[in-house]
T-cell receptor, first 113, second 112 residues
Framework: DQQVKQNSPSLSVQEGRISILNCDYT??????FLWYKKYPAEGPTFLIS?????DKNEDGRFTVFLNKSAKHLSLHIVPSQPGDSAVYFC????????????FGRGTQLTVWP | DAGVIQSPRHEVTEMGQEVTLRCKPISGHNSLFWYRQTMMRGLELLIY????????DSGMPEDRFSAKMPNASFSTLKIQPSEPRDSAVYFC??????????FGNGTRLTVT
């Protein structure tokens, strides 16, 4: 049973525009959410996170929004750059053990010039 | 900081053979994790260690899988005997307490 879902396997955006990647979860016990980025033949790298006590966290071009009532989070990238082309994984965790991550299947983002 | 180092990068073996995957975590990280990525199940946690002690191995699929962490700088994941359905990318990750994981580049295992 997939507790974290990314329903869009792919997203294509023009350079300079906003990329919005979406993620839904089913377990209301999750209290911390993370986004990871993965390039081919590499491991996932941590991008940004948000605690369930917040509804927004921003880091440069990246902003994560959390809607707990809808059990939904999104990652906004603006402006998008070709180097952002990668697979983005949403992940969720309960409690303080940040290793017991439940991952979505990922969304392939392609940013074209 | 060399990052999490995994070896080998690729492993091709025949069904029934023993496979050993290796991981060197980042120095100073006290937690180590083994994840597996497949098309069917995505990324899933197999086992994690805290201060070299296995904490949660509920994700280990079968008794054919075993993991050890004899010291703070080395861990192995062993599959014996291997089966074609074990074909996947296996990631090792490490972290300091309460911090996001740092992943290695993975081992792509193919069992024929």
């Amino acid at each position: 049973d997939q507790q974290v879902k990314q329903n869009s396997p792919s997203l294509s955006v023009q350079e300079g525009r906003i990329s919005i990647l979406n993620c839904d979860y089913t377990n209301s016990m999750f209290d911390y959410f993370l986004w990871y980025k993965k390039y081919p033949a590499e491991g996932p790298t941590f991008l940004i996170s948000i605690s369930s006590i917040k509804d927004k966290n921003e880091d440069g071009r990246f902003t994560v929004f959390l809607n707990k009532s809808a059990k939904h989070l999104s990652l906004h990238i603006v402006p998008s750059q070709p180097g952002d082309s990668a697979v983005y994984f949403c992940a969720a965790v309960r409690g303080s053990t940040l290793g017991r991550l439940y991952f979505g299947r990922g969304t392939q983002l392609t940013v074209w010039p | 900081d060399a990052g999490v180092i995994q070896s080998p990068r690729h492993e091709v073996t025949e069904m029934g053979q023993e496979v050993t995957l290796r991981c060197k975590p980042i120095s100073g990280h006290n937690s180590l994790f083994w994840y597996r990525q497949t098309m069917m199940r995505g990324l899933e946690l197999l086992i994690y260690f805290n201060n070299n002690v296995p904490i949660d191995d509920s994700g280990m699929p079968e008794d054919r899988f075993s993991a050890k962490m004899p010291n703070a700088s080395f861990s192995t994941l062993k599959i014996q005997p291997s089966e074609p359905r074990d074909s996947a990318v296996y990631f090792c990750a490490s972290s300091p307490a309460g911090s996001p994981l740092h992943f290695g580049n993975g081992t792509r295992l193919t069992v024929t």
